[in-house]
């Protein structure tokens, strides 16, 4: 039994057009970007840099290139003009979306192959918001509602094929900032007064839907242990602890998203921008020769195993945070 | 523009000394971020002065109806300011410990009591701040500058919380006003569009994103899905 979750459109693949699509890259200054990666900039350059959509150079040309689209779209009652492509912006903090580019795809060729994102120096709002970030969406829509057929795109606004890049100023997933818990503190949590540490996910918070930090989740640490551990932070008994928290913080975390009744429906293109998806990541690790696909399927295998068996799933995060080795130091301290 | 920001650590601080009671001084421990003109508070000030008096003198009978009536009132005030502060936590933070703490007080008693308020200032999630969660509310079905609907819907905190200021609703103001009109004229509909039932809608536009880029659709097409919604979700 596979443990992944694939997103699987309803009415099949086009082949042609996944070809085209997932081989358009996003420009941000001098640097190229394939689909579903992201480049982390600093302020100054979010906000100053140049950022372009370029389409593939295909071989053929665009104009043949669309034609044999016409044809795999024909084949399935569709027709080059039913279609739009769409560059989205979004930026999740302050809610903004933003639709630089709607262009027939019909009258593609015409444009050619790039799409400047800040046509004369106007910045769009989300390439503005640095601390929250952009992603950008170039997908191939339809451009208005037809009839319901099964098997079929029919809704407008239905994505038949798109590219996804993401433009951020956030570092990725760097662990949790405990807070010292002192007797005040734990008389407000309602714990009791020799209490050691104190791990939520704070009401209100879903780390299934929220998309800021992993900071969210609390983590409380007794503040004569935290002042103590912050004190002696490279001896072996320290290192030892504080990768214990990290895992506690990751198992208060899973928990929860196993509780949500949502969590089984969710596959990775869902979650992949909350505090769900940042941690998932994290332990997913990155090797030099990674492409984003394989980080993909690392981190939905993860979640096939999270939504199996959460002991199991927590000896990665374990294997991870490297914790039998620092247990075994710690003990010969 | 020049604005003033609050640093994480030191709002969450000083928040809890204003819970339990104590005296701070935000302006003595606000920053300064940005070049050129500050940002001018005076409007800000001005509306917030009118409805403090106004919550003052008659206790609103809908809380809810009273912060979207706020939320209304200073949307422009909020548009008003370049995206780089909007999208600054820090300046989110100072609003709320600045001038929005008595509002906060009294929206928030209980969670206050039971001490669940940091994430009601520190501007870490946008639709549990209670500043920017206004000013999301507002944008979300605002047509213009009118954003008067944000203050329509009796008894309807979760359903701005959970249904539009938090999901990606929020950044599609068509289909959002199609919801919040739905929901605030519910008696014409065969049966009240209640807690189960709007989620029940709510998770069916949620689900049609991951398909479908909803923000294509203009007002009158919103309007047409989201009653084709409500119709299959009875």
Redesign the interface.
Known sequence: MSLTTREL??FGDFEVMDEFVHAIRLKVGETLIGRDDRIVLEEDHY?RLPVVVVLPQVSEGLRETLDDMQTELRERGLELSDLVL?V?L??S?????E?PY?IPLSELAAHGSEFDLIPDGDRP?AL?????GCRV?V?V?LAE?KSPTVGMPW?????LSRSIFGLSCDVEFSGFTPRPMDA?AKA???LPETATRFVRV?????PL??E??T??L?MWVDADLLATLSSRDKSKVSTAIQKQLFVDAFSCVMSEVRSRP?FE?KVW??VSDTMFGKMIRAIAGRSKSDGEDDLRIRCETLIGILREDLGRFMSHVEAFADLTDSMIQSLGE | MRYRTLGKATCQQMAADLV?GRHVSVEAKAGSEGTGTIVDEEVLITILRLFREELDAIPPQDNEIFEGRLAAALYGWFESL???V????GFWRYLSLRYFWWFIEWREAE?IKK??F??LVDA?????HIPLRMY?RA??VAFGDDASLAGQIPKSTDFW?SHI????V???PDMARAFAEIKRDEKELDAPLKTERVRRVA?RVN?MW????????DSA?SKKLMEEIVEIEP
């Open positions: 459109r309803p906000r769409v989205n979004f930026s903090y302050l809610k903004i979306s639709f709607v709002k503005r918001a640095a601390r929250s969406e997908a829509l509602q809704r407008k606004g239905t994505w005040e407000t949590l309602r704070p009401p209100g918070i879903d839907v929220d800021s930090s900071d969210l609390e949502d429906d293109s869902d | 339990a370049p995206i780089e909007l999208d600054d936590p969670p001490g669940n940091t994430n870490t999630l946008p639709a549990e999301l944008k979300a919380r200021t938090r999901v990606r929020a950044s599609a998770k689900r991951s398909n479908v880029q909803l923000g294509m659709y097409e």
